[in-house]
């Protein structure tokens, strides 16, 4: 009887604030900040465009969570973004959406982190010929485990992660602005910037910024169970965004200045390059330890959130009911975790993304992304005429000036990823495409069942 209580019993608010930004914190400031300035700098013409793409990247970030922080306030929900586009659009949409987390965003994510992880940490001691495979399996079934055994352990070690990962950054930011010599343009052995940069910089460099500003959305998912989170959200996700772009724009002036432009324009390893250049291999190995520890931070974070989704789709849909279980006595969703531990192990075995590059996973997930961070834009339109009434702590400002800002700058961002992408793309999508023919046999087999009295799931 216990047991069937503890798994009936819903999200409970035990998160902090410190707890909550060390998550968003957490998600965000990930390797990807050690891998994308390169990119962003080979798609603008100089320093100034390259700084202004950061600057406006925290802009379109903080325009965002403000939108976000009306929803979470007035519908504070462990399904996060799923349960907007549920109040807004139906299940059906709802439904797409947690496809998409559960097959393409969040363990697409978790699989290719772990492989950041994996292969850095081999380059300081190898397994043998799939070294990078073992770490990048056991990275997700240790974390997996550590987030199963419960929500003090989960925010524990995510809180170690964060302040190990923002020392890190730190120490980048101190070897470029502080330790490494003034830019001598001589030694700097690269090719001019493509001028493609000056036309193109607010289409694809933007898609990368915002991919590397990516993730504080998450914020969403822990919404129920954070204390006071009607108060405090607005908060979170405001403190969040100030560390997050400080830190970026500090990092990104560090390598600047060490490197240079060109450099790193025609760089595929800028934090290596900043490292190597002050200390010499020690910087090597020092810059190894912090991305993969930066990876670490964004799995555990990621995994925490991404199985809050598969919790929410379980509540409505009845195929999917053991992922609606929640776990009182570790407060989180026991079963939603396993099952998103098992798809990303299944892509890490498949090698979906482990030589395709990091544009790859780009191409996969960018699509599939902006669309419905799209649809959750304009779903704050939708959910102010369909609920008029229902308590909002926290109202944009300037609406709807800033949401359409918002909705805008995803549409605009949609077009882009499909645009300036390759084939992943294609195959994110198709792979959407499939939760839409799942989602069609449910329907026929609801059909045809028999009818029967029951009382209807209603997330609220």
């Known amino acids: 009887m216990a047991s ?3 798994e009936a019993s819903g999200p409970k608010p035990q998160l902090s604030l410190s707890d909550a930004v060390a998550i968003i914190v957490g998600i965000v400031i990930g390797a990807g900040i050690f891998r994308t300035p390169s990119l962003v700098a080979a798609n603008t013409a100089n320093d100034t465009l390259f700084l202004l793409a950061w600057v ?3 802009a379109v970030s903080l325009i965002g969570a403000l939108c976000y922080a009306e929803l979470t306030t ?5 399904g996060g973004d799923y349960h907007f586009l549920r109040k807004a659009y139906g299940k059906r949409i709802a439904f797409l959406f947690a496809w998409a987390r559960m097959t393409v965003i969040q363990t697409g994510s978790i699989a290719l982190l772990a492989f950041i992880f994996g292969d850095y940490f081999t380059q300081l001691y190898r397994l043998g010929e799939y070294s990078s495979v073992i770490y990048a399996a056991l990275v997700v079934i240790v974390l997996t485990g550590i987030n199963v055994a419960g929500i003090k352990l989960g925010t524990g070690v995510q809180k170690l992660f964060t302040a190990t990962e923002i020392f890190g950054a730190l120490l980048v930011i101190a070897a470029g602005l502080i330790f490494a010599p003034p830019l001598v343009e001589s030694r700097v052995a690269a090719a001019p910037v493509s001028s493609a940069g000056s036309g193109d910089f607010i289409g694809l460099a933007m898609v990368f910024v915002l991919l590397t500003f ?6 969403a998912y822990i919404s129920a169970e954070l204390k006071d989170g009607r108060r405090r ?11 997050i772009t400080a830190i970026y724009l500090l990092i990104n002036l560090a390598f600047l200045r060490a490197l240079g432009h060109q450099a ?3 760089s595929d390893a800028v934090g290596v390059d900043l490292l190597q250049q002050v200390w010499g291999p020690t910087g090597v190995w020092l810059i190894g330890i912090i991305v993969a520890v930066s990876a670490l931070t964004s799995v555990n974070a990621t995994i925490f959130t991404g199985a809050r989704t598969n919790y929410a789709m379980g509540k409505d849909f009845p195929v999917f009911s053991a992922l609606g279980k929640w776990n009182h006595n570790t407060s989180g969703p026991l079963n939603a975790f396993i099952v998103q531990g098992i798809i990303s192990l299944a892509l890490i075995s498949l090698g979906l993304f482990t030589r395709s590059g990091f544009e790859t996973i780009i191409d996969y997930t960018a699509p599939v992304f902006w669309f419905f961070f799209l649809l959750v834009g304009i779903s704050l339109f939708v959910l102010r005429k369909k609920e008029p009434n229902a308590p909002r702590p926290f109202r944009v ?16 961002l949609l077009y882009s990823s499909l645009a300036y992408t390759g084939i992943g793309a294609l195959v994110g999508v198709a792979v959407l495409a499939t939760g839409v023919v799942v ?6 087999k609801n059909r045809r069942a028999p009818a029967k009295q029951s009382q209807p799931i209603v997330v609220e």
């Open 4 to 6: 069937q209580k503890n």
């Open 233 to 243: 959200m607005v908060k979170v996700l405001l403190i969040s965004l100030g560390i």
């Open 214 to 219: 990516g993730g504080w959305n998450e914020a």
């Open 397 to 412: 400002p300037l609406y709807p000036v800033l949401p359409l800002i918002f909705c805008c700058t995803s549409a605009y």
């Open 56 to 58: 406006l990247g925290g």
């Open 439 to 444: 989602l069609f046999i449910f329907h026929l």
């Open 74 to 78: 007035a519908f504070p929900h462990a």
């Open 264 to 266: 790193m324009a025609n």
